[in-house]
T-cell receptor, first 113, second 113 residues
Framework: DAGVTQSPTHLIKTRGQQVTLRCSPK?????VSWYQQALGQGPQFIFQ???????QRGNFPDRFSGHQFPNYSSELNVNALLLGDSALYLC????????????FGDGTRLSIL | DAKTTQPPSMDCAEGRAANLPCNHS???????VYWYRQIHSQGPQYIIH???NNETNEMASLIITEDRKSSTLILPHATLRDTAVYYC??????????????FGQGTELSVKP
């Protein structure tokens, strides 16, 4: 039974570019959350998708957007990349929004030059 | 902001029990205590969670004080593979703020031979 899978594993972009990261949830899960983890810090919540809608959002600018597809997979899009967007981007899936454990993928390492 | 306080680092001898404390003095009645760990270069791994009763699974035990203001994660027989950053998280179980995980700095556990 595959867990949460994310692609790509590593990515290098330059300032001003746009990037799309992808996530496939664990089998049976219908909710996807995205987190950003800067070097040496704990993950920071970006947003959560359930039933193809953004349900919650953390303190991130509108440059960060997402989408959830009918098969529950999800994308994270970041426009107008800044040097400060360099981080590990983590996807987590769960069954339902609230009190079931979230299970994480191993992330996409994004480097901005 | 994270609602938990953890020591930044701890050491444990291999084969001994590792007891990781967490303070969550402002916890509300509808908030669960979750524990995750993150091994270098991997995504966070779910360990255990509880509301007010002590919990045990194949990975660890969670002891929550009667007033719910603190908890302890116990790894009964630590191995070198348990070396990781351990995060204690208070998570709202429902409502508009429910679901998201707010990570603090965690405790860096080093298991030594």
């Amino acid at each position: 039974d595959a867990g949460v899978t994310q692609s790509p594993t590593h990515l290098i972009k330059t300032r001003g570019q746009q990037v799309t990261l992808r996530c496939s949830p664990k089998s049976g899960h219908d909710t996807v959350s995205w987190y950003q983890q800067a070097l040496g810090q704990g993950p920071q919540f970006i947003f959560q998708y359930y039933e193809e809608e953004e349900r919650q959002r953390g303190n991130f600018p509108d440059r960060f957007s997402g989408h959830q597809f009918p098969n529950y997979s999800s994308e994270l899009n970041v426009n107008a990349l800044l040097l400060g967007d360099s981080a590990l981007y983590l996807c987590a899936s769960s069954f339902g929004q609230h009190n079931q454990p979230q299970h994480f993928g191993d992330g996409t390492r994004l480097s901005i030059l | 902001d994270a609602k938990t306080t953890q020591p930044p680092s701890m050491d444990c001898a291999e084969g001994r029990a590792a007891n990781l404390p967490c303070n969550h003095s402002t916890i509300s009645g509808n908030e669960y205590v979750y524990w995750y760990r993150q091994i270098h270069s991997q995504g966070p791994q779910y360990i255990i969670h509880g509301l007010k009763n002590n919990e045990t699974n194949e990975m660890a035990s969670l002891i929550i004080t009667e007033d719910r203001k603190s908890s302890t994660l116990i790894l009964p027989h630590a191995t070198l593979r348990d070396t990781a950053v351990y995060y204690c998280i208070v998570r709202v179980a429902s409502g508009n703020q429910g679901g998201k995980l707010i990570f603090g700095q965690g405790t860096e556990l080093s298991v030594k031979p």
